[in-house]
């Protein structure tokens, strides 16, 4: 079978946000001084083929643990779907 996982991994809330705050700071200069606390991570789409849908799970999260996400600084989470 084959699925499809949007993976998206943020920043632990404890850590601080370089690019976000930079982000947030520019909101003031084109007028959107309402939009505070962004915060930037990355999204990820794959594509994988699996026998079922708990070994695509699995497969995903090792991906994720091993490879896509610094633990120590990141998050994340997934949806898997068959495609």
Do not use: W
């Not at 990355?42 to 708990?54: G, P, Q, R």
């Amino acid at each position: 079978m084959k699925f499809k996982a949007e993976i998206d991994v943020m920043p632990h809330a404890a850590l601080l946000d370089p690019q976000g705050k930079a982000v947030t700071g520019s909101m003031v200069n084109i007028g959107l001084a309402a939009i505070q606390n962004v915060r930037i991570g990355k999204h990820i789409s794959l594509e994988l083929e699996a026998n079922s849908e708990t070994e695509a799970n699995e497969m995903v999260e090792t991906a994720c643990k091993k490879l896509l996400a610094n633990l120590i600084m990141e998050s994340y989470h997934f949806q898997i779907k068959s495609i």
